[in-house]
């Protein structure tokens, strides 16, 4: 920290004689304890003395400093005993020698060093590829979903440049609407209309667009919470939560623990005992933060959990936020109920002000390179301030255009959804079998892009260590890289998240081999 | 049982809402925001509204559109040209950006500065405009409650983006008239002495250059000046060099790129950060293309981090990537938009002129410093300017932005921008002002 009020305390000749002094005072020392007392008095007497000694130089280096050098003073240090060599002399600015100072937030982003981002990374320097990279690390750790990609592209080829007009930017280079053209968002109300089940009419009013879901989430939780409020988080959670909500909002994340036993499904005895003791340590609880489908496990909320949650957040006055990202990415039997499907229904009964949408394109459009995302809400105060805060992150106006274009398309819409609606039962059906065959189980699901498999058996010792030690296994034995449970703050160690829509059929054997050789490794080490 | 719950929901409060929804630190009440406002109610158009209210309070750069225009649809086939199919275009989200992209920003970056700079391609983090990239690096470089040093008059929309979310003050540097606006030592001395005995901690100085709202380009010797004394207190420099590329003259513009280069980065570089975008120059601000430029390691990784949340959309970054690599476009393009743009200055110039105003002597930018103290009632008055820019919004239906909303302390002078719209529109623009003043005159 730069103390620039008072000269500091350092004058750089006397650093680094004091050290070598204080070493060659301890040599001798400890080979006259060494003869009585033992070890301890021998590491106990040489320590004692140096700390002394270094508290003398300090002391004498205060002194000297009434005295001001010729040059600025340098920036403190946080650590000021220790000795340090300069590693240039002479510097006309002592500025670069500890750096200028960065805030904390930075420093913390820095070292975040969490598995699921240190997975990806790994993954992106060394990716697979059949022909080039055959040896590559698969990257299973990503929920994109490129099985109907060649839809995407064929469209794009034919329409993407606007047709034989080409595309044009007239109308669209300045300034628009920071929370998005009206275009998009009536093109958008649609389509959410259609993946919702067509039962739920999007009010245009209602929306705000923002640059992908990221920041969308980011912006509620400017909005309804305050630093160092918190939201309730069902676990496993989606490991983006905890750079969405947390970094800059500064709005904490209270884990509400679901189990295997419960298929992963929320109980609300637990998220009133969540609650209760959130209260108890004084923090101040906001909303309830549920994605649904839910990520990592891939399971949906029924609509007595819907309800439950409602009157949860009416009882407690808290907000309550659900990610539907993934709501036209379903390929089980079940079918998708969206709380504003609830709130139409029941409109009368329920106040929508605490209720919130977030949406986007990245999943169930595989359009995440556009950044494409959706706050939905009803609560006026909230969308007023959610327009103003988008500019920080509005979507770019001629992507604007060609999503427009794109989701205007309504039978190139269907047929997308219909198609890849059937491969992506396809390849997880095939896949969850193939896991069950090497031995292992995935949680039941049937929405989403993964599934949440069961490793447990793998792992020793029973603990994140274990379920670490195996992911590292994962990455540099079986070359693929998947998400570990503690990195969504699953509580019961060894379940990982796989993708599965980034593998074709015939990709399927290949990773299964790859993870195969993971579970005889454990297996025999076992 | 419908009554019953009617009932609760009338005594129950509604859910409460954050400090940040309801506080005013967006900064948006102030008149800059508010002449947009009337000017949204009563748009000015030649031929379905010609009484209508003129933008003249937005700094948008419509001038050389056409070039951009014939640019895309002679280049149409070479969409894509970055290699990347269009499958995987749609699916990239990587915050590193096509680094073809980054190459091409660099590139455009180097050719704004006479390529007396060579910009690293890796040293970018893009984001979704320059508003995202000021407010991005605030986070980066400042706790809550530190405080940055801004030079005045600055952009109005800095006390939005530099402050609201992240809860860091802003603390003027005091720059006046008598020397043309200029930053001096002393302003910045006295500014850090004013942070501290507010017990803020100053982390950094943030120029705009050229400046906006003066339209003029920052000396060489102030840049020094400024290294210096960053150096010296050991905080940061971010150079907001947005309109770099709408300096009149090409040989006018220093930017801090080159002055640490003169100084082979020795000493200050980890500590300077030049943001910039393709909204004023390229006049594409509904592209959302914004980047941070930084000489600092860890500054440009957790930049990147951060940019998750203002990605620039691939499809864009792939639709310009092309055009900004390819070198006789961007220096023919540079070369006219200054021309173009040094034109309608003059134009605006001569017409204030010869209406009895005269204006700080600008040479960058998409507008003019004019001043109007010599109408104020009272010179010293603050609320004497706003009377005067409510007369001139409300009866001559112009809309600029006074000094105040800049945090200008001398009253009466107005940002008049001028490249938003048709030189038709600037003539009529100066018309009205022309007989604003003669009915001024008429009445004194």
């Not at chain 2, 699916?91 to 006479?114: N, P, V």
């Not at chain 2, 001028?418 to 001024?440: G, P, V």
Request: net charge neutral; hydrophobic share 35%.
């Amino acid at each position: 920290m730069t103390r620039t009020r008072e000269p500091e305390s350092k004058s750089k000749t006397s650093s680094p004689s004091s050290s070598s002094t204080g070493m060659k005072l301890i040599v001798p020392l400890q080979g006259v304890v060494q003869g009585r007392g033992g070890i301890l008095l021998g590491s106990l007497i040489p320590c004692a003395l140096f700390y002394f000694f270094q508290l003398y130089l300090k002391k004498r280096r205060r002194s000297n400093d009434k005295h001001p050098s010729s040059n600025p003073p340098s920036p403190s240090s946080s650590f000021p005993e220790l000795p340090r060599t300069p590693s240039r002399s002479n510097l006309s600015s002592r500025g670069s020698l500890t750096g200028v100072r960065l805030s904390r937030l930075a420093t913390t982003i820095s070292d975040d060093d969490s598995a699921y981002y240190v997975g990806l990374n790994r993954a992106s320097r060394d990716p697979y590829h059949k022909l080039t990279n055959p040896d590559g690390i698969i990257q299973l750790g990503l929920s994109d979903n490129t099985l109907s990609l060649d839809l995407i592209g064929d469209w794009m080829r034919k329409w993407g440049s606007g047709g034989d007009d080409g595309l044009s930017i007239n109308g669209i280079a300045t300034y628009q609407a920071f929370d998005g053209v009206d275009e998009l968002k009536l093109a958008l109300s649609d389509f959410m209309h259609q993946v919702m089940g067509g039962s739920v009419h999007f009010d245009t009013s209602n929306m705000v667009l923002t640059a992908g879901a990221t920041p969308a989430i980011e912006i509620l939780s400017f909005c309804l919470a305050d630093h160092g409020n918190a939201f309730l988080v069902p676990t496993p959670y989606y490991p983006g939560f905890d750079r969405d909500v947390k970094w800059r909002p500064g709005v904490d994340l209270i884990p509400v623990h679901c189990r295997s036993a419960d298929n992963f499904n929320l109980s609300m005895t637990a998220l009133e005992q969540a609650y209760s003791q959130a209260r108890k340590r004084g923090v101040k609880v906001r909303g309830i933060l549920v994605s649904n489908p839910s990520n990592p496990v891939g399971n949906m909320l029924t609509q007595d959990m819907l309800y439950n949650l409602i009157d949860f957040a009416e009882d407690k006055n808290i907000h309550l936020i659900v990610d539907e990202v993934f709501a036209g990415s379903t390929y089980g039997s079940e079918k998708f109920v969206s709380v504003a499907e609830i709130l139409e229904s029941d409109s009368e009964y329920i106040d929508n002000r605490r209720i919130h949408i977030i949406y986007g394109l990245s999943k169930d459009l595989a359009l995440a390179g556009f950044r494409v995302g959706v706050i939905y809400s009803f609560n006026k105060n909230v969308l007023a301030t959610a327009r103003k805060l988008c500019r920080f992150s509005s979507i770019s106006a001629p992507t604007q255009r060609l999503v427009t274009s794109m989701l205007s398309d309504k039978k190139f819409i269907q047929d997308y959804f219909e198609t890849n609606r059937n491969r992506m039962r396809q390849v997880h059906h095939e896949f969850v079998d193939a896991l069950s065959k090497i031995g292992i189980k995935c949680a039941k699901s049937s929405g989403g892009m993964f599934c949440w498999a069961d490793m447990s058996g793998l792992i020793k010792p029973y603990s994140e260590k274990g379920e670490l030690e195996l992911w590292e296994k994962f990455m540099s034995i079986a070359k693929i890289n998947i998400t570990p449970g503690s990195a969504c703050h699953c509580i019961e160690p060894g379940w990982f998240r796989i993708c599965f829509t980034t593998m074709s059929l015939d990709e399927i054997p290949l990773v299964i081999e790859r993870i195969r050789r993971v579970v005889e490794v454990c297996k025999f080490s076992s | 049982m419908g009554l019953k719950i009617e009932q609760q929901q009338h005594q129950q409060t509604c859910v409460e809402l954050s400090k940040i929804a309801i506080s005013n630190t967006h900064g948006e009440d102030s008149p800059y925001f508010a002449g947009w406002k009337v000017y949204d109610e009563n748009p000015y158009d030649e031929f379905t509204n010609p009484s209508g209210v003129i933008q003249m309070g937005l700094a948008e750069n419509q001038v050389s559109f056409d070039l951009l225009e014939k640019y895309l649809e002679e280049h149409r086939e070479t969409k894509g040209a970055s290699g990347t199919s269009f499958k995987e275009n749609a699916l990239f989200q990587d915050y590193h950006g096509l680094k073809s992209f980054r190459s091409a920003m660099a590139s455009f970056m180097g050719e704004i500065r006479g390529n007396r700079v060579k910009f690293d391609p890796d040293r970018i983090v893009l984001t979704a405009g320059a508003t995202a990239a000021n407010e991005l690096l605030t986070f980066i470089l400042a706790n809550s409650g530190d405080a940055l040093l801004v030079p005045t008059p600055y952009y109005p929309g800095f006390d939005r983006d530099l402050r609201w979310r992240t809860g860091v003050n802003i603390v003027p540097i005091h720059c006046d008239s008598s020397n043309n606006f200029q930053i001096t030592e002393q302003a910045l001395e006295s500014a850090y002495k004013d942070a501290e005995s507010m017990g803020y901690r100053v982390r950094g100085i943030l120029i705009t250059n050229p400046s906006n709202p003066l339209g003029i380009t920052i000396q060489r010797s102030v840049l020094e000046l400024l290294l210096d004394f960053v150096t010296k207190k050991n905080i940061h420099l971010v150079s907001d060099e947005i309109y770099s590329g709408s300096v009149f003259s090409s040989s006018e513009f220093v930017s801090v790129a080159e002055v640490l280069e003169s100084r082979n980065y020795k000493n200050s570089a980890e500590r300077v950060h030049i943001v910039y975008s393709l909204s004023k120059d390229l006049g594409l601000p509904g592209f959302r293309v914004g980047t941070i430029y930084s000489y600092n390691d860890k500054v440009v990784t957790t930049a990147r981090r951060m940019s998750s949340f203002t990605l620039i959309s691939s499809q864009t970054q792939n639709l310009l990537a092309s055009m900004l690599s390819n070198k006789s476009f961007t220096k023919s393009y540079i070369k006219i938009n200054r021309e173009r743009l040094n034109k309608r200055y003059q134009m605006i110039i001569e017409g204030l002129k010869s209406a009895g105003i005269e204006c700080l002597k600008g040479n960058a930018g998409l507008f003019c410093w004019m001043n109007l103290s010599p109408l104020l009632e009272n010179k010293t008055s603050r609320e004497s300017e706003l009377e005067l820019w409510n007369a001139i919004l409300r009866e001559v239906k112009l809309n600029i932005s006074p000094g105040s909303s800049c945090h200008c302390l001398e009253p009466g002078w107005f940002r008049v921008c001028f490249a938003n719209m048709s030189e038709n529109t600037l003539k009529i623009a100066l018309e009205r002002i022309r007989k604003f003043m003669e009915r001024i005159r008429s009445q004194q």
